[in-house]
């Protein structure tokens, strides 16, 4: 595609549910990143891969938290037995490297209730 | 929290004014870049300038960059109203890792 898809765009979700976010970056980029973001705030760094090896994943909140790009490019963000305080935007965004300009997508917005 | 901050957190000007934000930061850096969000959106790449510039330019948009002070400079000159948005700097640490600032809310009133 044209450029970094999320899916899905909305999740409201039940606590302790787990839920899974998809990104599939633009094709040929090596790096991309999990982000999420709180109302009003910057976006918050929680992992990133180059290829299919995690590079970092020091942002991860907790173990309820992993992410995986088996295949060096889709991405999957998964969180196991949400809470309410897991409610936000999360946000992927991929690069050639990691020294440019990262594309963001529009992101997911995860609501646990 | 994240490394460095930007300021003002919130900026209201009248069309037609120059904006200025500026962003700090702590360690070194290879390049520093800016990003635009509207309404809640996805983030937009604005401009990127190296540690060996001082000075870039992109339309309205001038960067600056003072490696000796650790901070840098947006300015947007002649706003528009469809520039209203959240600004941020980012910068990445020595991993890999691009970490963003808290931002600017900039409004600019027709």
């Known amino acids: 595609g044209a450029g970094v898809s999320q899916s899905p765009r909305y999740k409201v979700t039940k606590r302790g549910q787990d839920v899974a976010l998809r990104c599939d970056p633009i094709?040929?980029?090596?790096?991309l990143y999990w982000y999420r973001q709180a109302l009003g705030q910057g976006p918050e760094f929680l992992t990133y891969f180059n290829y299919e090896a995690q590079q970092d994943k020091s942002g991860l909140p907790n173990d309820r938290f992993s992410a995986e790009r088996p295949e060096g490019s889709i991405s999957t963000l998964t969180i196991q037995r949400t809470e309410q305080r897991d409610s936000a935007m999360y946000r992927c965004?991929?690069?050639?490297?990691?020294?440019?300009?990262?594309?963001f997508g529009e992101g997911s917005r995860l609501t646990v209730l | 929290s994240q490394q460095g901050e930007e300021d003002p957190q919130a900026l209201s000007i009248q069309e037609g004014e120059n904006a200025t934000m500026n962003c700090s930061y702590k360690t070194s850096i290879n390049n520093l870049q800016w990003y635009r969000q509207n309404s809640g959106r996805g983030l937009v790449h604005l401009i990127l300038i190296r540690s060996n510039e001082r000075e870039k330019h992109s339309g309205r948009l001038r960067v600056t960059l003072d490696t000796s002070k650790k901070s840098s400079s947006l300015l947007i000159t002649a706003s528009r109203a469809a520039d209203t948005a959240s600004y941020f700097c980012a910068r990445y640490n020595q991993g890999g890792k691009l970490i963003f600032g808290q931002g600017t809310e900039l409004s600019v009133k027709p």
């Open positions: 965004a991929s690069s050639w490297g990691n020294t440019g300009e990262l594309f």
């Open positions: 094709s040929g980029h090596v790096s």
